[in-house]
């Protein structure tokens, strides 16, 4: 099995966050010496908040800090002990509090994300399955996690999916007891709400279902005393329901809530339940003020609270309605998300906001699709009606500017946020001297100038592409008919400044994914083979590997290059069908691209690291072995040499048709065994094709062991492309499993690569990916790779990761 490094999708998650850093619009510290709710000060400069989650403003009600310090004067600012032991004397109280808002038994924990971490694992038990709603909050994700070391199954749907949910129940419910689908009430971003009503339906058609929902952003400001979102739409929660809610953001103090309907669940919760054991409890203070709050809740007077903030929420709805501003969900909940496209966009329109006095969250990626980059904006009983007039004033106004300066459009983020556009499209105003050429076909390219900038690679020249083209074009299978995409953008002066080719294909999702995730895939594409699949536009094929693009960085507008050829590619992915857009193969050189790139949309991933031998320095067989390093040398004698005089080593410019196909078993061979890189096999078409070709090669073994060799079948193939530029490039490989430690065929494959290449006078040796550790070993370099992907949204991705 060839090994590759997978690709982190936390350090993916880090890119994009740190980009998002330098730019100044988050990780910010607030200043000032008191907070009255309704400004909050950041780098002096006092801002109206429209950002905080602390919906009915009871973290500044007097009466709450009144209890809170009492409590610290009273008790302490801790009682150091864990709750299996005693609780603090105030905690009783509490319980009572909440017991009689919600007439269930409850339990309080530190905090929501410990609370899941400790109530997920004890309820979940390993005969149960778990459907995840792919926007679900991340603490609830993260706990999950735990479950599937236990072989509890973890299946992810998208946002809201009903029917794909239904889908998930019936494939699960012959193999496990209970069903939990876990889901937000109130999501914290586009401020939607969860389908509760048709859930309830579904767990009755289907009495495994039980569902676990965070509704911690529907706390307070809805439901009978505040008990949140969810909790409204019963008169009393049913059993098979977990809800956990907040003590913290509307409610004003801090920690969380479970309620729980099953007394004997909640009991066994109680008794050992995690963290709940063994954390720290609830500080006095904090205990205090939520005791407060809680008396607050229980008396009518939450309703006014309640109505006061819904008069709000109305008044900004009713401002929203009267402009152009992409609102992407219109409700009554207090989070507002103005959806702007691209993080540059996003950025811009944060920035201008804060120049001019307001503060704005700004959701990002993981929270959304890196596409789907927006202004979250929250509403809170401290915001004054004038506040609102003149924030939705200031972003009537910026907002299109913001737009014009990264080069985009209302009419564009409408399409990614698939929103009707309200009144008339905007155009973009920008103006450029470039020009853009788009190509299907590379015969309608010139040779010469095409493997002048982009020959220099692979199989990239324009005789290799012209092969791809041939080999997966109008091939009955679909994942074997690609449509490719060739663009140039030339200066007014016809020099040119990028060139780039893309393919569009079906990729399988966990193409990259580790082994036990495509294991997983593979069980279910033997039923469906299409499984977990779609078409992506990526540059470069799914063939070829290296750098897929030429950009002339000295170029004052290579920016404006690469944004002219990424709108094209949208309208492009869009017309294709694809969801997501790849480009690929860039090494550390390439940092150049990376701010730009992450600012257009697409975030950053770890691909196989490349492998190449860059300069051939020796002119033989024994100039090479004298310039391997020691420990390379050592490596040829003990497990190259001794196997040299036990095969015969043919190379071949073509094949007959009877060993062609031996060979093409051979490759499959490999491809049947080797998950890592988890691609659809080429069709033998494509071995047909180099067959043809005087570009491509065939380096065979075979035993000597056996008589009439050419009659045998080989051991070992080895097919290799001859780069114009004097690249060699050993593309594919095929083995038989049988002989392969008898007669160690891979690294006698890989050791004739080099030796054929220097015969040839080749200058260089491109390995490719995966089987590095090897690679190295014969002198070849290791160079890191990576990708920058955009997707319609995270759930291919998030999907994997539920997988691993």
């Known amino acids: 099995m060839a090994k590759?490094?997978?690709?982190?999708?936390?350090?993916?998650?880090?890119?994009?966050?740190?980009?998002?850093?330098?730019?100044?619009?988050?990780?910010?510290?607030?200043?000032?010496?008191?907070?009255?709710?309704?400004?909050?000060?950041?780098?002096?400069?006092?801002?109206?908040?429209f950002g905080t989650t602390g919906y009915l403003g009871l973290e500044q009600d007097i009466r709450l800090k009144d209890a809170a310090s009492k409590a610290i004067y009273d008790y302490g600012t801790q009682f150091p002990l864990s709750k299996t032991y005693i609780s603090h004397p105030l905690y009783a109280t509490l319980e009572?509090?909440?017991?009689?808002?919600?007439?269930?038994?409850?339990?309080?924990?530190?905090?929501?994300?410990?609370?899941?971490?400790?109530?997920?694992?004890?309820?979940?038990r390993d005969e149960d399955a778990v459907i995840l709603d792919h926007q679900v909050h991340w603490s609830v994700q993260s706990a999950v996690q735990s479950l599937k070391t236990r072989g509890v199954p973890v299946e992810m749907i998208r946002h809201n999916n009903l029917d794909m949910l239904e889908s998930k129940?019936?494939?699960?419910?012959?193999?496990?007891?209970?069903?939990?689908?876990?889901?937000?009430?109130?999501?914290?971003?586009?401020?939607?709400?969860?389908?509760?009503?048709?859930?309830?339906?579904?767990?009755?058609?289907?009495?495994?279902?039980?569902?676990?929902?965070?509704?911690?952003?529907?706390?307070?400001?809805?439901?009978?005393?505040?008990?949140?979102?969810?909790?409204?739409?019963?008169?009393?929660?049913p059993e098979n329901i977990l809800l956990f809610t907040t003590l913290s953001k509307s409610f004003g103090a801090s920690g969380a809530v479970l309620v729980c309907p099953n007394k004997k669940i909640h009991q066994y919760i109680k008794n050992f339940g995690g963290p709940l054991t063994f954390s720290a409890q609830l500080e006095p203070a904090s205990v205090?003020?939520?005791?407060?709050?809680?008396?607050?809740?229980?008396?009518?007077?939450?309703?006014?609270?309640?109505?006061?903030?819904?008069?709000?929420?109305?008044?900004?709805?009713?401002?929203?309605?009267?402009?152009?501003?992409?609102?992407?969900?219109?409700?009554?909940?207090?989070?507002?998300?103005?959806?702007?496209?691209?993080?540059?966009?996003?950025?811009?329109?944060?920035?201008?906001?804060?120049?001019?006095?307001?503060?704005?969250?700004?959701?990002?990626?993981?929270?959304?699709?890196?596409?789907?980059?927006?202004v979250r904006i929250t509403i809170a009983r401290h915001n004054q009606k004038e506040d609102m007039k003149k924030l939705v004033e200031a972003m009537k106004y910026h907002f299109p500017l913001?737009?014009?300066?990264?080069?985009?459009?209302?009419?564009?983020?409408?399409?990614?946020?698939?929103?009707?556009?309200?009144?008339?499209?905007?155009?973009?105003?920008?103006?450029?001297?470039?020009?853009?050429?788009?190509?299907?076909?590379?015969?309608?390219?010139?040779?010469?100038?095409?493997?002048?900038?982009?020959?220099?690679?692979?199989?990239?020249?324009?005789?290799?592409?012209?092969?791809?083209?041939?080999?997966?074009?109008?091939?009955?299978?679909?994942?074997?008919?690609?449509?490719?995409?060739?663009?140039?953008?030339?200066?007014?002066?016809?020099?040119?400044?990028?060139?780039?080719?893309f393919t569009t294909a079906i990729w399988k999702d966990d193409m990259l994914a580790p082994l036990s995730v495509?294991?997983?895939?593979?069980?279910?594409?033997?039923?469906?083979?299409?499984?977990?699949?779609?078409?992506?536009t990526a540059m470069g094929s799914l063939f070829s590997e290296g750098a897929h693009q030429y950009t002339n960085v000295n170029h004052p507008e290579w920016q404006q290059a690469w944004r002219e050829i990424l709108l094209h590619l949208e309208v492009t992915a869009k017309k294709e069908g694809s969801k997501i857009t790849a480009l690929r193969d860039f090494k550390k050189t390439d940092s150049y691209l990376n701010s730009f790139l992450i600012e257009q949309g697409f975030i950053k991933i770890q691909m196989p690291e490349a492998c190449i031998t860059p300069q051939l320095t020796w002119k033989n067989k024994?100039?090479?072995i004298g310039s391997l390093s020691k420990r390379s040398a050592k490596h040829y004698r003990k497990d190259i040499k001794p196997y040299e005089d036990k095969v015969i080593v043919n190379l071949k410019q073509s094949l007959t048709h009877t060993t062609l196909l031996q060979c093409y078993q051979l490759y499959k061979n490999v491809k049947n065994r080797n998950l890592a890189i988890n691609t659809f096999t080429y069709p033998f078409e494509v071995f047909n094709n180099m067959n043809k070709s005087a570009q491509w090669e065939f380096i065979l073994l075979y035993s000597k062991i056996k008589s009439n060799k050419e009659a045998e079948a080989p051991i070992g193939v080895?097919?290799?492309?001859?780069?114009?530029?004097?690249?060699?490039?050993?593309?594919?490989?095929?083995?038989?499993?049988?002989?392969?430690?008898?007669?160690?065929?891979?690294?006698?494959?890989?050791?004739?690569?080099?030796?054929?290449?220097?015969?040839?006078?080749?200058?260089?040796?491109?390995?490719?990916?995966?089987?590095?550790f090897e690679k190295k070993k014969l002198g070849a370099t290791i160079i890191p790779m990576h990708a920058y992907i955009q997707a319609e949204d995270n759930f291919a991705l998030e999907r994997l990761e539920t997988m691993r």
């Open 402 to 501: 913001a737009l014009q300066d990264t080069q985009t459009s209302l009419h564009r983020v409408s399409k990614l946020f698939k929103l009707k556009v309200n009144g008339q499209v905007t155009p973009n105003h920008n103006k450029s001297n470039l020009y853009l050429t788009y190509q299907t076909n590379i015969n309608t390219i010139d040779k010469k100038f095409w493997n002048k900038y982009m020959g220099t690679n692979n199989i990239c020249d324009w005789e290799g592409i012209q092969f791809l083209q041939e080999s997966f074009s109008h091939n009955d299978a679909m994942e074997h008919s690609w449509n490719f995409h060739f663009y140039i953008v030339f200066d007014h002066k016809n020099v040119p400044i990028v060139i780039t080719f």
């Open 718 to 772: 080895m097919f290799c492309y001859k780069n114009r530029d004097e690249i060699y490039v050993p593309s594919l490989v095929g083995l038989d499993y049988s002989h392969l430690e008898k007669y160690q065929t891979y690294r006698q494959l890989l050791y004739q690569a080099i030796l054929t290449a220097t015969a040839q006078n080749f200058k260089s040796i491109d390995f490719g990916i995966s089987a590095n």
């Open 4 to 49: 590759i490094k997978h690709n982190n999708f936390m350090d993916s998650i880090d890119e994009v966050i740190s980009n998002a850093k330098q730019q100044g619009v988050i990780h910010l510290y607030a200043d000032g010496n008191k907070f009255n709710g309704r400004k909050i000060a950041i780098n002096n400069k006092e801002l109206y908040h």
């Open 96 to 124: 009572e509090k909440l017991f009689a808002m919600y007439k269930q038994p409850i339990i309080v924990t530190k905090n929501s994300t410990l609370g899941h971490m400790a109530v997920i694992p004890t309820v979940v």
């Open 169 to 237: 129940i019936k494939e699960l419910s012959n193999k496990s007891n209970k069903i939990w689908y876990m889901a937000d009430g109130v999501y914290s971003m586009f401020g939607d709400f969860a389908p509760i009503a048709e859930l309830i339906n579904l767990s009755k058609k289907y009495p495994q279902l039980h569902l676990y929902i965070d509704d911690v952003h529907g706390m307070s400001w809805r439901g009978k005393h505040g008990t949140g979102f969810v909790a409204s739409n019963f008169q009393s929660l």
């Open 288 to 374: 205090a003020a939520a005791i407060a709050s809680a008396d607050i809740h229980l008396s009518n007077e939450i309703y006014l609270l309640q109505n006061h903030l819904q008069e709000r929420i109305q008044y900004f709805n009713k401002l929203l309605s009267n402009t152009n501003l992409p609102l992407v969900d219109e409700n009554d909940s207090p989070v507002f998300y103005i959806g702007t496209g691209m993080p540059a966009s996003g950025y811009n329109f944060v920035k201008r906001l804060l120049n001019e006095g307001f503060y704005v969250n700004l959701g990002l990626f993981p929270a959304v699709p890196v596409k789907n980059t927006g």
């Open 622 to 624: 024994t100039e090479y």
């Open 518 to 536: 495509s294991q997983k895939m593979e069980e279910k594409r033997l039923v469906d083979k299409y499984y977990a699949t779609q078409k992506v």
